[in-house]
């Protein structure tokens, strides 16, 4: 069974910084793209950054490219988000998403998700 359990959200002025961590089990999680996705109240969900299965390749969305950066750890099956320069529209649900295929940001399971939130 795949598992996505995303933590390291909470509260944080404009300008703060936070690192999420992923902690990925019941796939194999070297084999696969991962993937942040967002979602802010009363929106629908956003995509935010792609990292390929050796770290080799990133993307990101131009509302947070310079500020936002993923990276994993194969050996402890981990994915990270360091954001940097947190701004209030950062605010929202923030969820690791396995992709379906190497380098792709459509996914096929999702974690619970853990809260950002940007205000002073």
């Known amino acids: 069974e795949v598992q996505l359990v995303e933590s390291g959200g909470g509260l944080v002025q404009p300008g703060g910084s936070l690192r999420l961590s992923c902690a990925a089990s019941?796939?194999?999680?070297?084999?696969?793209?991962m993937n942040w996705v967002r979602q802010a109240p009363g929106k629908g969900f956003e995509w935010v950054s792609l990292?390929?299965?050796?770290?080799?390749?990133?993307r990101y969305a131009d509302s947070v490219k310079g500020r936002f950066t993923i990276s994993r750890d194969n050996a402890r099956n981990t994915l990270y988000l360091q954001m940097n320069r947190l701004k209030p529209e950062d605010t929202a649900v923030y969820y690791c998403a396995k992709s379906q295929s190497d380098y792709s940001p459509s996914y096929d399971y999702r974690g619970q998700g853990t809260q950002v939130t940007v205000s002073s």
């Open positions: 990292i390929s299965s050796n770290s080799g390749r990133t």
């Open positions: 019941g796939f194999s999680f070297r084999t696969y793209a």
